[in-house]
């Protein structure tokens, strides 16, 4: 399998991504934002990709909406590699970002860079997305160094859901706010090329947006950041149980999907499905001995 994306064409790179900062344009009108979706399989990356999606995301959240776990936390690497494949098949343009899954970059950072490199090596990833702020900055830093772009992701981590108490929204202290501005400054002081706001207040979005040189890819922290991403399933209404605020959903995916497995059933159970159209046939002069040879 080749896992080097052809460049050119509209590619979206990782230098690209950074040019979309707000603010660097060399035109010096605001670029474009980001705009960042995950994917789990190959027809959804192509639809995405065909779509102009500019990044997509392998994430772990696929522990939830794929495979109904109630946290991301028991997702394997076995399992992130698995879809990142898929999603390689049908990428061509977006940058195609992995993430590395609860315990595979928690212990001996040796053992994470190498679970990096096989995102990169055995799946086709093109970036890496680690979660956590000033903890995280030599970890970081080892895997650019190894030559892996890292996306950051500070604010609400779904891996530390325990240590959180739940899926809450951070930041909305002064203190956990400068903390969250602390944990901004570290990610990119580390040398990642973007990083994703999750659930934190407007204002705090904002303010590290306007700080940071590196692009911010929002996930309910509101409108400035420099980009956006959502969970597709939340998009298309293919997700079950709390939904939250941020999550607007564009289409009732789950409705159809409903309503034809149930028009299915009816029809099969009708006898209306399959018709005679849609069955295989043999001429009519060979059915004779068709039959004869059973005899
Ligand atoms: O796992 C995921 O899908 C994510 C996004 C919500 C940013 O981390």
């Known amino acids: 399998m080749s896992v080097v994306p052809s460049t ?18 060399s035109q010096n009108s605001s670029p474009a934002k980001i705009t960042c979706l995950t994917a789990y399989d190959y027809p959804t990356a192509r639809l995405l990709d065909e779509a102009g999606v500019d990044v997509l995301l392998v994430g772990d959240s696929l522990g939830m909406v794929v495979l109904g776990y109630e946290s991301t936390l028991p997702v394997t690497v076995e399992e992130m590699l698995h879809c990142t494949r898929a999603v390689r ?8 970002v992995a993430d590395m899954p609860y315990g595979s970059y928690h212990d001996d950072p040796a053992a ?9 090596k055995e799946a086709g990833a093109e970036a890496v997305k680690i979660e956590g ?25 779904p891996q530390s859901v325990n240590a959180f108490g739940g899926f809450r929204v951070q930041g909305k202290t002064t203190e956990a706010g400068e903390q969250i501005l602390r944990d901004a ?4 002081a580390a040398g990642a090329f973007s990083i994703v706001l999750e659930s934190i207040p407007r204002e ?7 700080e940071l040189r590196i692009p911010t890819i929002g996930i309910g922290a509101g409108p400035d950041c420099d980009g956006q991403v959502l969970v597709i399933h939340d998009l298309l209404g293919l997700s079950f149980g709390h939904k939250p605020k941020f999550a ?18 009816r029809d099969v159970q009708q006898g209306s499905f399959p018709s005679d159209e849609e069955s295989y046939h043999v001429r009519a002069e060979k059915v004779g001995s068709l039959f004869a040879q059973r005899k």
Do not use: Q
């Not at 098949?89 to 195609?96: F, M, Q, S, Y």
């Not at 400054?185 to 990119?188: I, L, Q, T, Y």
């Open 133 to 157: 702020g000033e903890s995280r900055m030599d970890l970081i830093a080892r895997i650019v160094d190894a030559e892996i772009p890292v996306m950051g992701h500070i604010g609400l981590t």
């Open 112 to 120: 994470a860079v190498r679970h990096a490199v096989r995102f990169v």
């Open 89 to 96: 098949r049908g990428t061509r343009h977006a940058l195609l």
């Open 248 to 265: 607007r959903r564009y289409a009732d995916v789950g409705e159809i999907i409903s309503r034809a497995a149930a028009e299915y059933c």
């Open 8 to 25: 050119g064409n509209g590619k979206v790179t990782v230098p690209s991504i950074l040019e979309r900062k707000s603010g660097v344009s």
């Open 204 to 210: 705090l979005a904002a303010r590290i947006t306007a």
């Open 185 to 188: 400054r570290a990610v990119e």
